[in-house]
């Protein structure tokens, strides 16, 4: 009797040394934890700014404070570098540890601002406040949150805000705490004798009912005013303005369960991106008013479609799901790449794009595939892109470009071109020249059935680089 198994697949792959990837408050600078210590890097252009190789010292968290030489580190499987329940925080210029903190249990994640670290906890939220000088760092006081598995925790850092968000303590709420105002200028105080570092020193101003279920991202503009919100069933974002606790916007990122990765606010609060584990990251424009999306620029029936008018009728009788916005582009991260293809290449050269980009990978022994691939998104100025060569661009979303940074080392700049043509328009071009690429920022959205489904920008990788790697590979 003859048995008939599946060849056996031999890969020299290597594993990707690079455990996480944190950005600070205005995402400028992205900090990669790795199983053999940590890098700094500024997120556009992306370069290296400090190192700290450790064999066999691995970190869960490392996440620079703005734009200063400080970080802070957490210790993380395999061979922690630190204890899972300490926040070290390293001076890189000095080349050591200044301060820690330790709890009774693991470090589920931090956010930060000049003068706050925000400590999430399975169930607590501890806030400290970061002086100088002989103050130091001290514990100003605890929240209490739902179940917190993943250290939701976000934070305004501009100048004069004061926003603290993070779970409440029902599944699915989100509480607002409103700090001091951030004074750059002045170091905080030591706190008074009767201060009780158990209790919540801040009011909290609101309590939002964001989600039926619970949390899976929480991300805040750096002035405080907008907060992004997305559970963990994965396919509702939903915007809130801070100061009314109003629901403003409910975005749709498709019909599916999906495990949120990463939820980014662009600064002015007019765009916002969400990757998961469908290896793919979804854009909305906000600014975008409804008629705009809807392909109809007219008032009057005589200007608008017939589907139009349809949906104009149906809509006052359709549920909920229907009146969800759907992303005005979407862009489809490439299969991390198979030892045997990888080819060594430039940091500086944009062109050398991964050939399997906008495919997903069919082989059943492959080990790498795009939903394995955890994406880390982050909003950039273009005004600082020197050389883009770009053609010119019009729309709200033009004037952004995205960088999407994933944990088995691919780093992309995203451009957006929002398009001016109908659907009509599209359909009569021919396609004896489209890419691959092309296709795919064109072709109708998998599953995308609501009103604004043909409500698309063109979206294009701009510029390509590796990092993580010790050799420059």
Same mark, same amino acid.
């Given at each position: 009797?003859?048995?008939?198994?599946?060849?056996?697949?031999?890969?020299?792959?290597?594993?990707?040394?690079?455990?996480?990837?944190?950005?600070?408050?205005?995402?400028?600078?992205?900090?990669?934890?790795?199983?053999?210590?940590?890098?700094?890097?500024?997120?556009?252009?992306?370069?290296?700014?400090?190192?700290?190789?450790?064999?066999?010292? !691995?970190?869960?968290?490392?996440?620079?404070?703005?734009?200063?030489? #400080?970080?802070?580190?957490?210790?993380?499987?395999?061979?922690?570098?630190?204890?899972?329940?300490?926040?070290?925080?390293?001076?890189?210029?000095?080349?050591?540890?200044?301060?820690?903190?330790?709890? =009774?249990?693991?470090?589920?994640?931090?956010?930060?601002?000049?003068?706050?670290?925000?400590?999430?906890?399975?169930?607590?939220?501890?806030?400290?406040?970061?002086?100088?000088?002989? +103050?130091?760092?001290?514990?100003?006081?605890?929240?209490? +949150?739902?179940?917190?598995?993943?250290?939701?925790?976000?934070?305004?850092?501009?100048?004069?805000?004061?926003?603290?968000?993070?779970?409440?303590?029902?599944?699915?709420?989100?509480?607002?705490?409103?700090?001091? &105002? #951030?004074?750059?200028?002045?170091?905080?105080?030591? &706190?008074?004798?009767?201060?009780?570092?158990?209790?919540?020193?801040? &009011?909290?101003? =609101?309590?939002?009912?964001?989600? =039926?279920?619970?949390?899976?991202?929480?991300?805040?503009?750096?002035?405080?005013?907008?907060?992004?919100?997305?559970?963990?069933?994965?396919?509702?974002?939903?915007?809130?303005?801070?100061?009314?606790?109003?629901?403003?916007?409910?975005?749709?990122? %498709?019909?599916?369960?999906?495990?949120?990765?990463?939820?980014?606010?662009?600064?002015?609060?007019?765009?916002?991106?969400? =990757? !998961?584990?469908?290896?793919?990251?979804?854009?909305?424009?906000?600014?975008?008013?409804?008629?705009?999306?809807?392909?109809?620029?007219?008032?009057?029936?005589?200007?608008?479609?017939?589907?139009?008018?349809?949906?104009?009728?149906?809509?006052?009788?359709?549920?909920?799901?229907?009146?969800?916005?759907?992303?005005?582009?979407?862009?489809?991260?490439?299969?991390?790449?198979?030892?045997?293809?990888?080819?060594?290449?430039?940091?500086?050269?944009?062109?050398?794009?991964?050939?399997?980009?906008?495919?997903?990978?069919?082989?059943?022994?492959?080990?790498?595939?795009?939903?394995?691939?955890?994406?880390?998104?982050?909003?950039?100025?273009?005004?600082?892109?020197?050389?883009?060569?770009?053609?010119?661009?019009?729309?709200?979303?033009? %004037?952004?470009?995205?960088?999407?940074? +994933?944990?088995?080392? %691919?780093?992309?700049?995203?451009?957006?071109?929002?398009?001016?043509? !109908?659907?009509?328009?599209?359909?009569?071009?021919?396609?004896?020249?489209?890419?691959?690429?092309?296709?795919?920022?064109?072709?109708?959205?998998?599953?995308?059935?609501?009103?604004?489904?043909?409500?698309?920008?063109?979206?294009?990788?701009?510029?390509?680089?590796?990092?993580?790697?010790?050799? %420059?590979?």
């Amino acid at each position: 009797m003859a048995l008939h198994l599946a060849a056996h697949t031999l890969s020299d792959e290597p594993r990707s040394p690079i455990t996480n990837v944190h950005l600070n408050a205005d995402a400028s600078l992205f900090g990669s934890s790795t199983t053999e210590g940590w890098v700094i890097y500024s997120t556009h252009p992306l370069q290296v700014l400090a190192r700290k190789d450790l064999p066999d010292a !691995s970190l869960s968290i490392c996440l620079p404070l703005e734009r200063t030489n #400080l970080v802070f580190l957490v210790g993380g499987p395999p061979s922690p570098l630190y204890a899972p329940n300490k926040v070290i925080l390293y001076d890189v210029q000095a080349d050591t540890a200044v301060a820690e903190v330790e709890f =009774s249990e693991q470090v589920r994640g931090l956010a930060a601002r000049r003068d706050r670290l925000v400590v999430a906890l399975r169930r607590r939220v501890v806030l400290f406040v970061l002086g100088q000088g002989q +103050t130091g760092i001290w514990r100003e006081g605890t929240y209490q +949150t739902a179940d917190n598995p993943k250290g939701l925790v976000a934070i305004a850092s501009d100048a004069g805000s004061s926003i603290l968000a993070f779970p409440g303590r029902q599944s699915g709420h989100v509480q607002l705490v409103k700090l001091p &105002p #951030l004074d750059r200028s002045t170091p905080p105080l030591p &706190p008074p004798p009767s201060h009780d570092p158990n209790a919540g020193p801040h &009011p909290a101003v =609101s309590v939002i009912i964001a989600h =039926s279920s619970g949390l899976a991202a929480l991300s805040t503009t750096p002035d405080g005013r907008f907060l992004a919100t997305a559970s963990r069933q994965g396919t509702l974002v939903r915007i809130w303005d801070t100061k009314t606790s109003h629901l403003i916007k409910e975005l749709r990122r %498709g019909t599916d369960s999906a495990e949120i990765f990463s939820l980014a606010l662009r600064a002015d609060g007019g765009a916002v991106a969400v =990757s !998961s584990d469908k290896g793919t990251v979804h854009v909305w424009d906000l600014k975008r008013k409804k008629a705009d999306r809807e392909h109809g620029q007219g008032s009057d029936s005589g200007s608008s479609t017939p589907r139009q008018r349809q949906m104009s009728i149906l809509k006052p009788y359709l549920p909920k799901y229907f009146s969800s916005e759907w992303s005005h582009s979407q862009f489809r991260l490439p299969a991390p790449a198979p030892a045997a293809s990888r080819l060594p290449f430039s940091l500086s050269n944009p062109t050398n794009f991964p050939s399997q980009a906008f495919t997903s990978s069919t082989s059943a022994n492959a080990a790498p595939t795009i939903e394995d691939d955890i994406c880390t998104c982050a909003w950039i100025n273009p005004t600082e892109v020197e050389g883009d060569g770009l053609p010119s661009q019009t729309g709200e979303l033009a %004037g952004s470009q995205l960088v999407a940074i +994933t944990r088995s080392g %691919g780093w992309f700049r995203v451009a957006f071109d929002v398009e001016a043509e !109908s659907s009509e328009d599209r359909k009569g071009k021919g396609r004896a020249h489209e890419t691959v690429a092309d296709r795919s920022r064109t072709a109708p959205r998998e599953g995308a059935i609501g009103l604004d489904k043909e409500s698309t920008s063109d979206c294009r990788v701009a510029e390509y680089q590796r990092y993580g790697q010790k050799d %420059g590979w």
